[in-house]
């Protein structure tokens, strides 16, 4: 079963997964995440018992200009790192072997078979994750002395959705998506993470803390659950 209800399928197995999810995903189509031990030939059955919600959520996603062809994005020209006002002009080279993702000032230097964007793209991703690494551990590192507020370790990595999480140890998980952001937005989502050291919720406190560091909150809370539209394609 490659498609559902004209879209493609991703039918993939999470050992975090407590349950079946199903999920329209931008640029890939229809996914199911199952747990552990699921038995995939129940999938379809599932996908049927969702067919009304799964077509009403693709015509909307659709109407509003969604891709959920599953096509693989186009290789960038030019990589705009905004959070860090940094601008990289990407280079392509078709060679046979594996990918190579090569730095040199303002310019990257992306080698490999062409014809597989697959693994380009993915080179292009880890490539990414580590410059993401070089630019946030420093800034988080500023953003912890300016506050006051303690984390362990950080981890960098591309995740789907959540622009980070801060665990009960006080390890700080960024997303490597924040190097799209404009730095006023990665600045409030470091502070919301450092303040989680202190607070693992939500609470009246937990906002309070956020406040008491940036009273203007409120607002850039609005503008990072928008902040979705500066992440490029070829990265989500």
């Not at 018992?49 to 659709?62: F, Q």
């Not at 990665?186 to 939500?202: A, G, I, P, Q």
């Not at 803390?209 to 607002?219: L, M, N, Y």
């Amino acid at each position: 079963m490659k498609e559902f209800a004209g879209l493609p399928l991703t039918v993939r197995a999470n050992p975090r997964a407590r349950r079946v999810l199903v999920k329209l995903v931008p640029g890939r189509g229809l996914e199911v995440v199952t747990p552990r031990g699921f038995d995939p030939a129940q999938v379809p059955a599932i996908l049927e018992d969702k067919r009304g919600w799964i077509e009403r959520t693709r015509d909307r996603l659709l109407a509003a200009g969604t891709d959920l062809s599953g096509a693989l994005p186009e290789l960038p020209d030019v990589i705009h790192f905004r959070a860090a006002d940094r601008t990289v002009q990407v280079d392509c080279v078709d060679r046979p072997g594996r990918v190579r993702v090569l730095e040199n000032a303002a310019r990257l230097q992306v080698s490999g078979p062409m014809e597989d964007r697959a693994a380009i793209l993915d080179g292009m991703r880890a490539y990414t994750v580590r410059k993401a690494r070089e630019i946030l551990l420093p800034w988080l590192e500023r953003a912890s002395r300016a506050t006051g507020l303690a984390y362990s370790a950080l981890r960098v990595r591309r995740q789907k959705t959540r622009w980070g999480s801060c665990s009960a140890r006080g390890t700080i998980s960024l997303n490597a998506k924040l190097l799209f952001l404009p730095p006023e937005l990665v600045d409030h989502l470091l502070l919301h993470e450092l303040c989680h050291t202190k607070h693992l919720n939500h609470s009246k406190a937990y906002w309070a803390c956020v406040a008491s560091f940036q009273p203007d909150f409120e607002r850039l809370e609005r503008e990072v659950s928008r902040g979705g539209r500066y992440v490029p394609a070829w990265f989500r």
